[in-house]
């Protein structure tokens, strides 16, 4: 199984990117995938997921309202539109995959599969 995360860069505060993460290896559907970043010295955190079966998103409270989480069932890939990006977005942002559950998670140790950081700079 493998999740190749993409779509990160530099932009100024006020500005959008959008994530991608293409996964492969197996069928997702009845997985939840999530985002997560870190930042320098900080723990990692929960951004946001979606269950691959229906859509239904959760999101971080830092997040909503700025950032959504999408799928693609064609492609098996997860997107992050972020919109809005402050400075305190900066961060390396990770994709994960879990299985399924009844309940939403914002703990890593939850998910199994990972893919590699990709880097988000948000500049004042």
């Known amino acids: 199984v493998q999740l190749q995360p993409s779509g990160g860069g530099l932009v100024q505060a006020g500005g959008s990117l959008r994530l991608s993460c293409a996964a492969s290896?197996?069928?997702?559907?009845?997985?939840?995938m999530g985002w997560f970043r870190q930042a320098p010295g900080k723990e990692r955190e929960f951004v946001a997921a979606?269950?691959?079966?229906?859509?239904?998103?959760y999101y971080a409270d830092s997040v909503k309202g700025r950032f959504t989480i999408s799928r693609d069932n064609a492609k098996n890939t997860v997107y992050l539109q972020m919109n809005s990006l402050k400075p305190e977005d900066t961060a390396v942002y990770y994709c994960?995959?879990?299985?399924?559950?009844?309940?939403?998670?914002?703990?890593?140790?939850?998910?199994?599969?990972w893919g590699k950081g990709t880097q988000v700079t948000v500049s004042s």
């Open positions: 994960a995959a879990m299985r399924g559950g009844s309940s939403w998670s914002t703990d890593g140790m939850d998910y199994y599969y």
């Open positions: 290896g197996r069928t997702f559907a009845s997985y939840r």
């Open positions: 979606i269950k691959y079966s229906d859509g239904s998103t």
